[in-house]
């Protein structure tokens, strides 16, 4: 683990004491108020944050959430909200002794209606479980990440996670038509809607849709979700050169319009650390510096696979594609997707592994790996890049041994300022969080830092929630 919180500053919060613990146990019963065991709330999913929180709380409904915050927002104790703690910036731990707030009990699919494709959910169901409810009623939920099997759906609103599919759902903001939260002082503000089109006042609920548990905690959300095609087919194909990458990827626009339903890309580097780490990932193909994973989702199977193939062919043809394979056999759909998957956890358990999660215009998407890789040396291990091409969305990733300060200097801030002189987003998904709080004005001009801050107080003028994250 490496310890980076030293250096922070704890605010000026109270210290929980005997009379907070009995008190929340009143209120939740003594089984969902933890005060031993708290390693997994504590540390976060890259094991560079270690907090040390003495008390963790596991409300079982709105009301018991509500009657918590109102209380730590009297005493001003400070609270970090947790949902499956598989965040990538450090922004669901405590990083001094915020008090944990796990969703993990608000777990319930409360209604799936099969005519309208609305689902609502409480926040701490685990995305899997959600999508496997909702396809029990024919319908998919339109977000799908390697975290599926721990994160939890309020983590992914609060996050504002993309995944594997933006490129055909949109993000969150369009699928997500309500929210339910409570505020700072204990407030339940009811955001929740069945409709997609709601133009009443400020759209509020998108207020909750990536402020990473800053302005409340989500505790309830509706969201559309489409009815399941009943094809998927994938291709994995092989390219020589990022210039056939992004040809490839307007030929893909072009030739599967509205059956393409994912478009990523691995360079070669990433994918051999993940074939290297799980013996049990077979590649279909070998031997390119790039790989896509083209995914068709469509009404009509035998159309949409002779749609792919044609379009394999085409590329093939004009030396764009370099070799490929295609399946839409649920099985090896699978298998595929798994390799892709288990690229970010590879890298993880190789070595220490800083990430970055830019958007950035696709013209200029891959240059920043190879400079990266020059501007490390031997200091790095990998510098590699993989994500989701088709929303622009690049995760690079660089490897070392362990963290020193000379491969920190080379990386940081030169990632940021690069990203920014493109006028790229420095966070795509992932969010600010701890990590990455010193540079959110490579993003964000001085007024607008000012307005979140301004909104920040108003939700939460004792600034009890989730502290030392985003604005700190
Ligand atoms: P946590 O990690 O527990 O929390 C994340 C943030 O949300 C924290 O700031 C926390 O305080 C806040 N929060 C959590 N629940 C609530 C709530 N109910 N109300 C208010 N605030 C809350 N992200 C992507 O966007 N796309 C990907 O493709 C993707 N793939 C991933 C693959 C892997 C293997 C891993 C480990 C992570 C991946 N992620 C990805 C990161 C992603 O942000 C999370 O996996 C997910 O969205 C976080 O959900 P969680 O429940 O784990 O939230
Ligand atoms: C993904 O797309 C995730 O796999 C994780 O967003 C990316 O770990 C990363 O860098
Ligand atoms: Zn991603």
Redo the contacts with the bound molecule.
Sequence with gaps: LTQITDHVQRGNYAQLNDKDVSHFEQLLGKNHVLTEDLDGYNVC?LKRIRGNSKLVLKPGSTAELAAVLKHCNERKLAV?????????VG??VPICDEIVVS?QRMNKVLSVDEVTGIAIVE?GCILENFSLRAQEAGLTVPLD???KA???I???V??N????RVVRYGNLHGSVLGVEAVLANGQVLDLMSNFKKDNTGYHMKNLFIGS??TL????KLSMLCPHESKAVNLAFIGLNSFDDVLKTFVSAKRNLGEILSSCELIDERALNVALEQYKFLNAPISGYPFYMLIETSGSNGAHDEEKLNQFISLGMERDEIRDGTVTGEPGKVQEIWKIR?MV??GLIEKSFCFKYDISLPLRDFYSIVDVMRDRCGDLATVVCGYGHLGDSNLHLNVNCERLTDEILHRVEPFVYEYTSKLRGSISA???I?FLKKDYLHYSKNAVAIDWMRDMKKMFDPNGIL?PY?MLA
């Design positions: 999913f970090v909200p947790q949902g499956g703690n598989t965040g990538l922004g669901s969703l926040a990440l390697g975290a721990s994160c939890h309020g983590g992914n609060s996050t996670a993309g995944g594997l990473e548990g409340g905690i989500i505790t998957e970010p956890l998904e992932h969010g969080g989730n994250k």
